[in-house]
């Protein structure tokens, strides 16, 4: 079965730490990745996708995420976090059919 | 500017009382997703229309229905809703749903409505 898995439910750092969230993917054949973000109270945004090409995508924001085909991995990260970048990160993953399976969703909270 | 619009923002509905939640979209996108999304939880498919072809996810309950009458709008019906009915409903659109083109699989969001039951 198709699904998407976030390894951190909850990240706690301070400002100016370094970020990386996890996100694993189980798919058979063509994958598309996403990075939405929900900051309190605002609807989904998309942070970044990757459809195909160079495996490094930069997103809005300063992040970036990388797609390691033989991990099934598609990471975010972020080399210096701000207070406002504290919000709910949901990586997603759609196949040819368009519909988008959500991991569990990463809480982030940056301490200023 | 473009966008994906939901009303209202908050409703408030008793236990078994009908309601409905709309969505509209300026994008011209042919397809429209509703999800669900409970506290602390991922957003969940309910079902999508491309153009005017419906499709329901398998799990989606008989409770839950909907309806797309133009491009723009699409609305969803809970035609008796429970306390577990409670949640975000998260409005969608994408260009198309054929996967592998960048510009026609991206999904945007609305800003939800959230749904009490009293």
């Known amino acids: 079965a198709q699904s998407v898995s976030q390894h951190n439910h909850h990240v706690i750092l301070s400002e100016a730490a370094s970020l990386e969230l996890g996100c694993n993917y189980s798919?058979?054949?063509?994958?598309?990745l996403f990075w939405y973000v929900q900051y309190p109270g605002q609807h989904l945004q998309l942070l970044l996708k990757?459809?195909?090409?160079?495996?490094l995508v930069k997103g809005i924001k300063g992040f970036e995420a990388e797609f390691i085909k033989s991990k099934f991995s598609f990471n975010l990260r972020k080399p210096s976090v701000q207070w406002s970048d504290t919000a709910e990160y949901f990586c997603?993953?759609?196949?040819?059919?368009?519909?988008?399976?959500f991991g569990q969703g990463t809480t982030l909270q940056v301490k200023p | 500017d473009a966008m994906v619009i939901q009303n209202p923002r908050y409703q408030v509905t008793q236990f078994g009382k009908p309601v409905t939640l709309s969505c509209s979209q300026t994008l011209n996108h042919n397809v429209m997703y509703w999800y669900q999304q409970k506290s602390s939880q991922a957003p969940k498919l309910l079902f999508h229309?491309?153009?005017?072809?419906?499709?329901n996810e398998a799990d989606t309950p008989d409770n839950f229905q909907s309806r797309r009458p133009n491009t723009s709008f699409c609305f969803l019906d809970i035609r008796s809703p429970g306390l577990g009915d409670a949640a975000m409903y998260l409005c969608?659109?994408?260009?198309?749903?054929?996967?592998?083109?960048?510009?026609?699989?991206?999904?945007?969001f609305g800003p939800g409505t959230r749904l009490t039951v009293l």
């Open positions: 229309y491309y153009d005017k072809d419906f499709n």
């Open positions: 798919y058979g054949g063509t994958v598309n």
């Open positions: 997603a993953a759609s196949s040819n059919t368009g519909k988008l399976i």
């Open positions: 969608a659109t994408s260009r198309d749903r054929v996967g592998g083109q960048e510009s026609t699989d991206t999904q945007y």
């Open positions: 990757y459809f195909s090409g160079d495996p």
